[in-house]
């Protein structure tokens, strides 16, 4: 499983662990029933800490995206699309807040913002 770490970001070890597994289960790369790395195979691949991927593992599984077998290991869970799609328009929509109120403080018009977003928006594809 591909996973790049950085030491020098400022997002723990373990959480840009979770998030880049996290993305590969939205992204269908893998899928429900899918056995992960075991914790101590996953940490020797990173070239770091067994706790920091078991933090890693078991924030996942606390999230709904990993399920545990006993004695067997760590699987991908079977997702709720619906659930997913709600919880990501709810981070989108606090960021936007965030923005909104930005924009109001110095005085920057929708318009703009509008036209930035359409600019970003293209960018990605």
Known sequence: MDIIISNS??????EQIKEQIKEKILSSELLAGDLL????????DLRC????TKNAYEELVNEGYVVVVAAKGF??????RQL??????NKIETLLD???NIAKINHIKKETINSLLDILYEEEK
Do not use: D, H
């Not at 970001?9 to 373990?14: A, C, D, F, K, L």
């Not at 790395?37 to 020797?44: F, G, H, T, V």
């Open 9 to 14: 970001s400022e997002v723990p070890i373990y």
């Open 37 to 44: 790395p075991s914790i101590r195979a996953l940490a020797k």
């Open 49 to 52: 800490s067994v706790i920091t």
């Open 75 to 80: 699987y991908v869970a079977e997702i709720n």
């Open 84 to 89: 997913v799609y709600e919880e990501q328009l």
């Open 98 to 100: 965030s923005v909104v």
